[in-house]
């Protein structure tokens, strides 16, 4: 069929509102993965620009380029009186029908002289001669051929060796002769009822699009958040009616893993500790470095670790029972121990010169980590509150103050 198109081809096109016109076929170009056909065609010689009356992509509907015009033109569009030509580019679907007629001409220069007409000082100039025998010659087989040209067979001429194509295309040719035992083409108002039609069409699919849009459908994220309401229902934070409950409410208070540093309150792990060692404990939920020296520990402070891993790992596992996808490594891997012993000596009083040689962690990324480890247990001091423990409420400011001194908050030259 391809082979068929070539400049100088005459085809039956619809385009604005002809649905059936003849067209000379000027040049086949591909924008993307769609082939784009350029045509001269006759048009009224007083016509306004067509391009003022094509809808725009948002406005598109699949109804727009259904007109029952299109079944019931029996003619091919010939302008009333003096006719004037133009050239535009076609899509695939504009097509109706190839004819077996052809008409000798140069494209190119057809082309380009009606470009260089749209330039204003050149929109006056007469056609070229190129363009004028062009364009009489269409105007001529269309005044001879009113009822139609004849057309290239799909599988005889065209070549079309798909049967399912030459099915549809039998099938549509089958469709359209069978239109005229529709009494209802005989209502005088069957284009007005034809557009009433389509604009309830319209209607509707916005009311679609926007309960769609209203709905838990349209959630990027909504198998995740359902699967993390499960959890937190499994976990006591809420309950069967999504109403949020004590450890709900305490998991509110803290800005950072909320869910593990919750469930360590619930246990009591900190209850037996000293305030240096459950500040030390909690940067694990504030540093991030991946990669520093191995620290060396305290029982106290590896039973800890044992502890919040052991925790972590029955979030990881529920969640995992629940439908997320991280992996139950991944999620204890994610709190770092690395600055466990640099904390609890901070916390201890040694000074900042000397905790720098215990770890090969930069002297930033610690002063950072010890700054908002202290944001980090306002939070647990606020949430020991709200559950009625004063003893570790106690802890959390005392640890606050053990490690809020020296240069890790000190002013800023850059901030004051």
Same mark, same amino acid.
Request: glycine share 4%; with cysteine.
């Given at each position: 069929?391809?082979?068929?198109?070539?400049?100088?081809?005459?085809?039956?096109?619809?385009?604005?509102?002809?649905?059936?016109?003849?067209?000379?076929?000027?040049?086949?170009?591909?924008?993307?993965?769609?082939?784009?056909?350029?045509?001269?065609?006759?048009?009224?010689?007083?016509?306004?620009?067509?391009?003022?009356?094509?809808?725009?992509?948002?406005?598109?509907?699949?109804?727009?380029?259904?007109?029952?015009?299109?079944?019931?033109?029996?003619?091919?569009?010939?302008?009333?009186?003096?006719?004037?030509?133009?050239?535009?580019?076609?899509?695939?679907?504009?097509?109706?029908?190839?004819?077996?007629?052809?008409?000798?001409?140069?494209?190119?220069?057809?082309?380009?002289?009606?470009?260089?007409?749209?330039?204003?000082?050149?929109?006056?100039?007469?056609?070229?001669?190129?363009?004028?025998?062009?364009?009489?010659?269409?105007?001529?087989?269309?005044?001879?051929?009113?009822?139609?040209?004849?057309?290239?067979?799909?599988?005889?001429?065209?070549?079309?060796?798909?049967?399912?194509?030459?099915?549809?295309?039998?099938?549509?040719?089958?469709?359209?002769?069978?239109?005229?035992?529709?009494?209802?083409?005989?209502?005088?108002?069957?284009?007005?009822?034809?557009?009433?039609?389509?604009?309830?069409?319209?209607?509707?699919?916005?009311?679609?699009?926007?309960?769609?849009?209203?709905?838990?459908?349209?959630?990027?994220?909504?198998?995740?958040?359902?699967?993390?309401?499960?959890?937190?229902?499994?976990?006591?934070?809420?309950?069967?009616?999504?109403?949020?409950?004590?450890?709900?409410?305490?998991?509110?208070?803290?800005?950072?893993?909320?869910?593990?540093?919750?469930?360590?309150?619930?246990?009591?792990?900190? %209850?037996? $500790?000293?305030? =240096? &060692? @459950?500040?030390? /404990?909690?940067?694990?939920?504030?540093?991030?470095?991946? #990669?520093?020296? +191995?620290?060396?520990?305290?029982?106290?402070?590896?039973?800890?670790?044992?502890?919040?891993?052991?925790?972590?790992?029955?979030?990881?596992?529920?969640?995992?029972?629940?439908?997320?996808?991280?992996?139950?490594?991944?999620?204890?891997?994610?709190?770092?121990?690395?600055?466990?012993?640099?904390?609890?000596?901070?916390? %201890?009083? $040694?000074?900042? =010169? &000397? @905790?720098?040689? /215990?770890?090969?962690?930069?002297?930033?990324?610690?002063? #950072?980590?010890? +700054?908002?480890?202290?944001?980090?247990?306002?939070?647990?001091?606020?949430?020991?509150?709200?559950?009625?423990?004063?003893?570790?409420?106690?802890?959390?400011?005392?640890?606050?103050?053990?490690?809020?001194?020296?240069?890790?908050?000190?002013?800023?030259?850059?901030?004051?």
């Amino acid at each position: 069929m391809v082979k068929s198109l070539i400049p100088g081809r005459v085809i039956v096109v619809k385009h604005d509102r002809q649905q059936q016109q003849l067209g000379l076929l000027l040049k086949v170009s591909s924008g993307g993965n769609v082939k784009k056909f350029t045509f001269l065609l006759l048009t009224q010689n007083d016509s306004p620009s067509c391009d003022d009356k094509r809808t725009s992509e948002e406005d598109a509907h699949v109804m727009d380029g259904f007109s029952i015009e299109f079944f019931m033109a029996t003619e091919l569009y010939l302008p009333e009186g003096a006719s004037d030509h133009v050239v535009v580019e076609l899509k695939p679907e504009d097509i109706i029908a190839v004819t077996t007629k052809t008409i000798k001409t140069v494209a190119e220069k057809v082309i380009d002289d009606y470009k260089k007409r749209q330039i204003p000082r050149f929109k006056d100039d007469p056609p070229s001669q190129t363009t004028s025998i062009a364009t009489q010659e269409l105007l001529r087989l269309t005044e001879s051929n009113l009822h139609g040209l004849p057309v290239l067979d799909p599988v005889n001429d065209l070549g079309i060796k798909d049967m399912s194509v030459v099915e549809q295309f039998l099938d549509l040719k089958r469709r359209r002769d069978s239109l005229s035992e529709f009494r209802c083409l005989l209502c005088p108002q069957i284009v007005e009822h034809l557009n009433q039609m389509k604009a309830n069409m319209k209607v509707k699919e916005a009311m679609q699009k926007v309960n769609f849009l209203l709905s838990d459908k349209s959630l990027q994220f909504g198998p995740e958040y359902g699967q993390r309401i499960e959890v937190l229902r499994d976990l006591r934070y809420i309950d069967g009616n999504n109403t949020v409950q004590l450890k709900g409410r305490v998991a509110c208070e803290i800005s950072t893993n909320e869910l593990i540093i919750t469930e360590l309150i619930f246990e009591n792990v900190f %209850s037996e $500790m000293q305030p =240096s &060692e @459950i500040a030390a /404990l909690l940067s694990c939920m504030v540093f991030q470095e991946k #990669r520093c020296s +191995q620290p060396s520990l305290l029982p106290s402070l590896e039973k800890g670790v044992e502890q919040i891993k052991a925790v972590a790992e029955k979030i990881g596992k529920l969640q995992k029972e629940c439908g997320l996808t991280e992996p139950v490594e991944d999620y204890i891997e994610g709190f770092r121990f690395g600055l466990v012993e640099v904390t609890h000596k901070w916390a %201890s009083g $040694m000074p900042f =010169s &000397e @905790i720098t040689s /215990l770890t090969d962690v930069s002297e930033g990324i610690i002063v #950072r980590t010890i +700054q908002r480890l202290n944001e980090t247990l306002r939070d647990v001091r606020n949430a020991a509150r709200l559950v009625g423990e004063p003893v570790l409420c106690q802890k959390m400011e005392d640890a606050s103050t053990l490690i809020k001194r020296d240069i890790v908050f000190a002013a800023s030259l850059y901030t004051q």
